[in-house]
């Protein structure tokens, strides 16, 4: 075999060769750690958030032709990238000679990149999509792309973000699509209301990105005419025939380690920890990569290596009916840059291996296909439902191709072939519950035959429901059949013991077998139905199918820009937005290493125990391992801050809960650290003393709380608590609710570098939200004075308050061992270690008795809350107050309020946005639903009759009740009302749901009530000599457009100089967070650090004003005229003090306030798969005067998703011992622009003027995820509709979060056989 020695590539148009490469590494690796391009992110390693998104080109000698796909680089492996082209988002730019691409541009000036750290690999995927679709002939118009419009979600449904809610980044994208009404894009930087013009768009040109450059042109050409194959030392082999490969792997001794790879998108399926000798790529092998049409046109045939992508495009090119389904299938399995490489055999393979959830196997068995595989004797031919009988394929059996059969349609048999899927995210990026596939040829109305195959339910292999096949066999579909053939189908399809949602699973089956025959059976059978009531088959049952396929998406944005204190009040671009897009923003990671730099990664016990030692397997290649035993004398154990004390950094002895670290390893790489961290191994040493309580329960029945300071206790009575009791008609006693948790999912995980200086000094860059605390904390347990810790922090790749305490360890970690080994030391956690560590949002049980009038007014209320803060403190002792803020946004008559915050050995809970409040909220409308159910009146009449008056308000709130002018409450509800058409569309879903039996549809309307805190925030704002502007705020960028606001503020405050007559904006810079710089910087947290920041850069402002004021008028009476810059030399030259700090402090009537909106969601359950679609959300929020709309309108939507996410699909469990179990992309599902509302209208009222509020302004960041309450209380309204007509209890309690599985039970497991026996005893 001929060999090339080395691995040659082309990135943004730079040469790469080399010689040595370890096979493992992976694209994003390289991208990272070798060169200077960080546009590509690590968001997961698994292949599930595309942050690390990049496009990949290869050349065709022959043809000439460039092929760009997306892939994802952090399961791409370098190797198999030999003379191919990457480009990164930076690269978009590079190559065309600009410094932003179009795609960049357009994203930021669409207000779609908040934190930033998702957005290079989203203008990838955009980009992508765009060069796809501008391939094509004829070339699209000028300045557009051929994209359509109803493509643009599709183009980024592989790509999570968590900030924005996706509308903007949508309508970035579609942006491009020459058949879009430009008039109906979103807010944006380009043009005001109106005046949409084309020309005002930054210009794309089509094929102005070079993503394959000439000179790779040219070796790629010489590669193919010597038709070598490639060979790196001994590590990786990428044959180009089966029997090379063959000779490969006969050389090989029977014990090297050898993986073979197609696409090895396998290693985001498993995270394969297995280290190997070498790798064996099957992607250039002639045999695995051909499409082509088998004898007589029968069948298709693809090759093993071909891309679930291309097999796609063949099916669809095809035109034959069953091909265009499995394509059609296929287009939801992952995502769009997974599928560009994952490849049909790996899929086939990996199903065949055993517990797999694939939809390959599912739709080919169902289509009868079969394989060809390659054995050491040579290549058999196998059904594929025989493959799947076999032994688990090993590295000698090679899967060549897979034959697919055309539907069959004759001699009278005509064939019908449908899939079925239920995924927590309807159309892709989500492994299915439960699919299916069947394919049946019925003759004169009678089943011939079937095939009917049901896979990923929790069986090693998709299977043939084959009783059920025989059953129907030579029968005519009808009630009864189908009724017989689901009961066979329950006995038949049984998922392994252990398998999550079991029942769900099999329901879902019965659900798609019931509606794939009966859809038969009244579409071409057409003989019994008759003996069914209408509705059972009503015409929504096939519509709604309809509906999940149908991606469009429609919005509109209501924003008032102010006018008084510009550029205050003008909805301006994020700053940085663009550099974010093109990944030039430099974010921790992305700070190159020092020389001499080490990696981290802490090592947990997966259980509160004591513990004997930790052994870490590979000691040579750990440099150290870091515990609390390296704390230097007079410091101390502590690696977080909390509200009322400390937490540990490491456990000692023991491990207080699971997840909680016990010592850091330190190692030359992050993947060496990783690993060795995760291969550690820990001895454990018996049960704690006292046993571990694992439950608010019995933390409650052993007294375990942590004490509330006096000033953390909401009030336990408001009002007359017993007079509420004695005035009440009715009551509900001891109800029971529960909340689970969330985690955070910010984009970029926690992560640190700090680096030793002299005389015991030491700079720590960490993504924070409290630099300050941090710094302190670090101080501590090294036992240094505050004044050695320098904590820089330049922007946070999200958030959402889990870089408050629970960022501090990784800086605090990092700082211990930097300290100890003289040398920089780094960490970046794994997504699976994140999400172990980070704790989340506060579970809690809530027992509640209310009493009320028959009118609906409720008198008295009782509530005892039992929160699960953990095993520290942390932000916990706060949740009552927060709880409690929102829990009163009804006029309840009286309260009784008891709070504990149990001490339990889970894992330690933290502040997640809106913490407290989001459940606080949550308890109170369940209450009134529940109120409405026992009174069988609607709970919006419970809602209205106990509505706070201003006066009821004052009662509940207080001093934060404001003014009576302030108090927009009323207004808001009724303005939520009218915008979306409240009393028509919930008379239209009322008719609906007569009508409808298989969807449900829900609407509701609800307020939302929620008080914030202002705190004393600094800010410093120095002129340079050259007249631009540096600020310093106390807080941190987030993504939530602090520095955009304090920009606007610096250039609003100093403008006053000049009567507002000048504009500053373009002069202000501001700066990093640097605790040694600017001191008192404080939390950025609890909604109100852009107001204050704000208004402490006002105060600085206006310091300079009046300092240069007098010098000012001055050199006007000398002058006629006086620029900035003339102004600024003068005051240098005079000695007048340029810089000026000041810390803003609230008055202590103006310390809290409360913020108002109100929701109305639409959303359709399909009472088969228990899936809710959200058709339509209207929210009205009171920003007061906006500092900055679009940054306002921005926090609204994403909020409101990320309240999506609490509400209904975001599952973040633990097992039994505490141990989070849902530690990844593949188990946690965060919404996708798949969950969003398919109507998503937000008005931003412009309400004011506030006394006491930084101009008139009000926040933004948390208030609004409690909008997204009305999503889960719409969804409970359209399962009571359901239950209506099973005649079941109208009184349940909806879980949060309310994923299928919830929804489905609530709807019936066996609701198709309730519906069938009816009707079929009603027949004749
Ligand atoms: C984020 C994400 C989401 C996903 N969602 C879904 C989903 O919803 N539904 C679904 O069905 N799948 C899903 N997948 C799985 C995906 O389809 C498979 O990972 C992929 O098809 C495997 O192909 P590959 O070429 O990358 O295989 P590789 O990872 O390269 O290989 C997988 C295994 O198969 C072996 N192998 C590969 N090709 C052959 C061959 N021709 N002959 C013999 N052995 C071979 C390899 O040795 C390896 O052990 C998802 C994957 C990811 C990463
Ligand atoms: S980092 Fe690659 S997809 Fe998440
Ligand atoms: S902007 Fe998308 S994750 Fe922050």
């Not at 994003?28 to 390693?45: I, S, V």
């Not at 992607?283 to 088998?294: A, M, P, R, V, Y």
Request: contains cysteine; glycine residues 8%.
């Amino acid at each position: 075999m001929s060999s090339s020695q080395s691995l040659v590539f082309a990135i943004n148009g730079e040469r790469f060769e080399l010689s040595s490469v370890d096979p493992s590494t992976t694209l994003l690796e390289f991208l990272r750690t070798r060169t200077t391009f960080k546009g590509a992110k690590l968001g997961c390693g698994e292949g599930g958030c595309g942050a690390c998104v990049v496009l990949l080109s290869k050349y065709d000698p022959v043809s000439g032709e460039v092929e760009d796909k997306s892939v994802s680089s952090c399961l791409t492996l370098l190797c198999a990238i030999h003379l191919c082209s990457i480009t990164t988002s930076e690269g978009l730019a590079i190559t065309t000679g600009d410094r932003f691409h179009a795609v960049h541009r357009r994203l930021a000036g669409f207000h779609a990149s908040q934190c930033g750290f998702c957005s290079p690999g989203v203008c990838v995927s955009i980009f992508a999509a765009l060069a796809a679709a501008d391939r094509s002939s004829p070339p699209p118009p000028e300045g557009h792309s051929n994209l359509p419009a109803a493509a643009a979600a599709e183009a980024i449904s592989g790509n999570l973000c968590r900030c924005t809610g996706y509308r903007p980044i949508v309508d970035a994208c579609r942006s491009f699509a020459v058949d879009f009404d430009l008039e109906d894009l979103g807010v944006n930087a380009f043009w005001r209301r109106g005046a949409a013009a084309a020309d005002l768009l930054p210009r794309y040109a089509a094929a102005a990105v070079c993503t394959f450059p000439d000179f790779l042109k040219t070796e790629a050409a010489a590669s193919a005419s010597v038709a070598a194959s490639l060979q790196i030392q001994q590590s990786w082999y990428a044959p180009r025939s089966l029997k090379e490969l063959r000779r490969i792997l006969l050389a090989a001794s029977s014990e090297a380690r050898i993986k073979l790879v197609s696409g090895n998108t396998s290693a985001g399926v498993h995270r394969d920890l297995n280290r190997y000798d070498s790798y064996v790529d099957l992607g250039g092998i002639s045999e695995l990569t051909g499409i082509k049409h088998g004898d007589g046109n029968e069948f298709l045939e693809i090759g093993g290596a071909v891309s679930i992508s291309s097999a796609i495009e063949a099916l669809e090119e095809d035109g034959d009916a069953v091909f265009g389904k499995l394509a059609a299938h296929m287009k939801k399995v992952a995502s769009p840059f997974v599928r560009n490489t994952a490849s049909i055999g790996g899929n086939l393979v990996l199903a065949q291996r055993g517990n797999f959830p694939s939809d390959m196997a599912t739709i080919l068995l169902a289509a009868g296909a079969s394989i060809a595989l390659a054995v050491d004797a040579g290549t058999i031919d196998l059904s594929l439902e025989n493959f799947f009988k076999l032994p688990p394929v090993d590295r000698r059996e090679i899967l060549v191709n897979v034959r697919i059969p055309r539907g069959v349609n004759n001699g009278g048999a005509v064939s019908f072939f449908e899939t079925f899927r239920a995924a927590p995210r309807p159309l892709g990026n989500a492994i299915a519950y439960v699919n299916a596939a069947f394919s049946v040829l019925v003759n004169n109305g009678h089943v011939e035959s079937s095939r009917l195959v049901f896979g990923a339910y929790g069986t090693r292999h998709a299977t043939r429901a084959k009783n059920v096949e025989e059953f129907i066999a030579g029968k005519k579909i009808n009630a009864r059949v189908i009724l017989e053939a689901i009961q066979i189908l329950r006995q038949e399809i049984i998922p392994d013991q252990g398998t999550k949602h079991a029942d769900y699973r099999v329901s879902a089956a019965v659900g798609f077998l019931f509606k794939f025959l009966s859809h038969l059976e009244e579409e071409h059978v057409k003989n019994q139905w008759d003996i069914i009531p209408s509705q059972i088959s009503s015409t929504k049952f096939h519509n709604n199918q309809d509906l999940i396929q149908d991606r469009s998406l429609t919005s509109r944005q209501d924003i008032e820009e102010g006018v008084d204190f510009q550029p205050v009040g003008q909805a301006l671009k994020k700053v940085g937005a663009e550099l974010q897009a093109s990944g030039e923003a430099v974010y921790v990671d992305d700070i190159p290493s020092p020389p001499g730099c080490l990696y981290s990664a802490f090592v947990y016990g997966d259980r509160p125990s004591a513990i004997n030692e930790v052994k870490l397997g590979e000691m040579d290649k750990v440099v150290a391992y870091i515990t609390a035993a390296d704390i230097p004398a007079g410091g101390k154990n502590v690696g977080a801050a909390g509200f009322t004390g400390d937490s540990p950094l490491f456990g000692v002895g023991a491990a207080d809960c699971a997840g909680q670290p016990l010592g850091i390893v330190v190692a030359e790489t992050q993947k060496v650290a990783n690993f060795c961290a995760q291969k550690a191994e820990i001895v454990y040493g018996g049960a704690l003393v006292p046993p571990p309580i694992m439950s608010v329960e019995e933390a409650e029945e052993r007294s375990s709380f942590f004490e509330l300071p006096p000033f953390m206790k909401p009030p336990t009575e408001i009002g007359d608590f017993k007079e509420g009791v004695n005035a009440a008609e009715e009551k509900i006693l001891s109800a029971e609710v529960v909340l689970g948790s969330q985690y955070y999912f910010y984009m970029e995980t926690q992560t640190a570098l700090a680096v030793p200086d002299e005389d015991g000094c030491i700079v720590v860059y960490g993504s924070l939200q409290v630099p300050e605390d941090t710094q302190h904390i670090i101080a501590k347990c090294l036992g240094v004075p505050s004044h050695n810790v320098r904590v820089i922090t330049r922007r946070v790749g999200g958030g959402f308050g889990g870089k408050a305490f629970r960022g501090m360890p990784v800086a605090v970690a990092c700082a211990l061992a930097a300290h100890k080994l003289r040398r920089p030391v780094r960490m970046y956690l794994d997504r699976k270690t994140d999400m172990v560590m980070a704790g989340g949002r506060h579970p809690m049980k809530v027992t509640y008795s209310v009493w009320f009038k028959h009118t609906g007014k409720i008198t008295a209320l009782e509530t005892k809350i039992l929160i699960d803060a953990g095993s520290t403190r942390d932000i916990s002792p706060a949740l009552p107050i927060n709880i409690a803020g929102t829990l009163k946004k009804y006029d309840w008559g009286a309260t009784w309020m008891e709070f504990k915050v149990c001490r339990t050995n889970l894992p330690s809970r933290s502040a997640m946005r809106a913490p407290g409040e989001v459940q606080g909220s949550f308890i109170a409308e369940a209450i009134v639903e529940h109120v409405a159910v026992v009174l069988k009146v609607d709970p919006e009449a419970v809602r209205a009759i106990n509505m706070h008056t201003y006066n009821s308000f004052q009662q509940f709130y207080t001093a934060a009740a404001g003014t009576p002018l302030g108090f927009t409450l009323p207004m808001v509800v009724d303005r939520v009302a009218e915008v979306a058409e409240w009393q028509r569309r919930r008379e239209e879903v009322n008719v609906f749901n007569q009508s409808s039996r298989w969807v449900k549809r829900g609407i509701s309307h609800i307020p939302v009530v929620m008080p914030v805190t202002v705190r004393s925030t600094p800010a410093r704002v120095a002129i340079l000599g050259d007249g631009s502007i540096v600020v310093e705020v106390g807080g941190v960028e987030l993504g939530q457009g602090l520095w955009t606001k304090a920009a606007q503020m610096t250039a609003f405050s100093l403008g006053q100089l000049f009567d507002g007559r000048i504009d500053l904006l373009e002069r202000v810079r501001v700066m990093q967070a640097d605790t040694l710089s600017l001191v008192q910087g404080g939390y950025t947290a609890g909604s109100t650090t852009s107001e204050s920041s704000c208004a402490a850069v006002q105060l600085a402002c206006a310091e300079l004003v009046s300092r240069l004021l007098p010098l000012k008028n001055s050199l006007l009476q000398l002058s006629d005229s006086l620029s900035w810059e003339s102004l600024i030399q003068q005051a240098k030259f005079k000695s007048v003090n340029l810089s000026s700090g000041m810390l803003f402090k609230p008055e202590p009537d103006a310390v809290m306030y409360v913020n108002y909106g109100a929701a109305i969601s639409e959303v359709e359950v399909d009472l088969l798969t228990g899936m809710t679609t959200i058709l339509r959300s209207d929210l009205v929020y009171d920003g007061g005067k906006s500092l900055n709309p679009a940054v306002d309108l921005g926090q609204i939507e994403g909020a409101f998703v990320q309240g999506i996410g609490f509400f209904m699909c975001e599952e973040y469990l633990t097992n039994k011992d505490g141990l989070v179990t849902s530690d990844g992309t593949w188990t946690y599902k965060i919404p996708t622009v798949d969950n969003i509302p398919r109507e998503f209208n937000v008005e931003l009222l412009s309400s004011g003027p506030h006394q006491q509020r930084v101009l008139s302004s009000k926040a933004s960041g948390e208030p609004p995820l409690l909008l997204s309450l009305s999503v889960h209380c719409a969804t409970r309204a359209a399962i009571r509709a359901a239950r209506e007509d099973l005649s079941l209890s109208p009184v349940f309690q909806l879980d949060v979060p309310a994923t299928m599985p919830v929804v489905k039970k609530l709807c019936g497991f066996d609701n198709i056989e309730t519906h069938l026996r009816a009707a079929i005893s009603q027949s004749p």
